[in-house]
């Protein structure tokens, strides 16, 4: 062992490991993040990075308090000129990002435009209207009209539970409650079912009702849903729509709405 390196700064490290970190610290790994530098650390994504920046990418399916998904392709960026999902792309040095260029927002557009035709979304209906983040991202694309021909598929509504209604017609299948319920709660109370097209959120339970399972309102899939699907029962219209969340900002500047909506009640 050389002279230098056996020498002690703090019990913890030696003086040569102290120089290594400081010129770690000073070369920081960093993105390019539509023309910005956006430092990133080992581990984090695209997603994580432009998060912890401030920077706004369009995402549903994610959340950050789970495991990156990167089903809905709503996040869709390019990096290095490829196109890729923001929110499972690890973050690696000197990569060049563009986040919303008009090829990217238009192929968010068409996204969302599938999705609204795939299901039946009412919004001047819905309780979630105005908290909704299909809703808010469709604004933030400037998405006018559906485009596609609507599906109008026939799902039910389950009211069975006490305290909750899912309404199928809603669900975009990010698996944010599928998630929540099994790795969170513990319960693994919804799963999808079929493929594709055929493709459809479902409850575990023996009569695949919801009123047949243990699902509280203090689990965290209760809370998870980034649109209209699972509702609490009981407090319809609390806030009227046009005084809501997005009515009042634009997604890109509230983020996700769970998490904005205890922002703003810790505000109140
Ligand atoms: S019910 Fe909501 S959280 Fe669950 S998969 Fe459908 S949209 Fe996602
Ligand atoms: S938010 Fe990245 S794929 Fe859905």
Known sequence: MSEQSSV???????????????????EEASILLDGQKVPFSEGQTIMDAAMAAGTYIPHLCHNPEFKPHGSCRVCTVTVNGRTAAACTMPAQNDQVVETSTEALQTERRRLLQMLFVEGNHVCP?????????LQAVAYYVGMLSPHYNHFYPQRPVDASHPD?????????????????????????LFAISG?????????????GRLGDTDFHTGDKAAHVCPVGAILF???GYDKP????????????????????????????
């Open 8 to 26: 002690r700064l703090d019990g913890q490290g030696t003086a040569a490991e102290a120089v290594s970190d400081e010129v770690a610290r000073s």
């Open 125 to 133: 209906a819905c309780e979630a209207s105005g908290n909704c983040q």
């Open 164 to 188: 909750f209604f899912i309404d199928f017609n809603r669900c975009i299948l990010c698996e944010l409650c599928v998630r929540a319920s099994r790795d969170m709660d513990g319960k693994d």
């Open 195 to 207: 493929r594709g097209i055929n493709s459809r959120l479902v409850v575990n339970s023996p009569s």
């Open 241 to 268: 729509i046009g005084e809501r969340l997005y009515d009042r900002q634009p997604i890109s500047e509230v983020g996700d709405a769970r998490a904005a909506e205890q922002g703003d009640q810790s505000n109140e």
């Open 233 to 235: 029962k009981h407090q």
